[in-house]
């Protein structure tokens, strides 16, 4: 079962609509990120946080914002949307060194389309 | 830099037929290397870490190994199921807890 959950799952959206992808987990991670996946190409981190009222940005430069105010929900916003925005977006979150694995947790994702 | 190269891009297998996959990396001081399985339209899914090189895991007909450049997936005797898209990422001891993928593999089992 999954534990970490997207929302939507899909989402068409006009250009220059403000949107929020929704992310949320019940496994009281500290640790979450966003990553985008274009079709056959790697992920790219966007946006990390490490715990409450701490955010980051990621390797790849990105448009949006994310807010972390409760340890289990990190939503991602983008202002402005673009056809350039158009991509699958990831939230994953992972436990600490010591505590098991700590691989990642994956959501199954939002595909976004801007037109 | 830290970096990830998957190969092959994709592998054709029949049923039954074993083969491995390779993940180079090359990470300033590795905390741990990971692979994930991804189903098409969907988020990638754990399946080994492996933090030091001589390091082996299984799970299943999958066996992971590491060595001090690169990891190899090993799969053995193949099911249609097991076709999927297999992703290698690496952690750096320096990079925070920062994950970076490689582009993965697509393995087709045919039966």
């Known amino acids: 079962e999954a534990d970490i959950y997207q929302t939507p799952r899909y989402l068409v959206i006009g250009t220059g609509k403000k949107i929020t992808l929704e992310c949320s987990q019940t496994?009281?991670?500290?640790?979450m990120y966003w990553y985008q996946q274009d079709p056959g190409m790697e992920l790219h981190l966007i946006h990390y946080s490490y715990g409450v009222n701490s955010t980051e940005k990621g390797d790849l430069s990105s448009e949006s914002t994310v807010s972390r105010i409760r340890t289990e929900h990190f939503p991602l916003t983008l202002e402005s949307a673009r056809p350039s925005h158009t991509s699958q977006y990831l939230c994953a979150s992972s436990s600490d060194p010591g505590q098991g694995s700590y691989g990642y947790t994956f959501g199954s994702g939002t595909r976004l389309t801007v037109v | 830099e830290d970096q990830v190269t998957q190969s092959p891009e994709a592998l054709r297998l029949q049923e039954g037929e074993s083969s491995s996959l390779n993940c180079s990396y090359t990470?300033?001081?590795?905390?741990?290397l990971f692979w994930y399985r991804q189903d098409p339209g969907k988020g990638p899914e754990f399946l080994f870490t492996l933090y030091s090189a001589g390091e082996e895991k299984e799970k299943e007909r999958l066996k992971a190994t590491l060595t001090k450049k690169e990891s190899f997936l090993h799969i053995t005797a193949p099911k249609p199921e097991d076709s999927a898209t297999y992703l290698c990422a690496v952690q750096a001891r320096t990079g925070g807890f920062k994950t970076i993928f490689g582009a993965g593999t697509r393995l087709f089992v045919k039966a």
């Open positions: 496994m009281g991670h500290d640790k």
């Open positions: 990470v300033s001081g590795l905390r741990g």
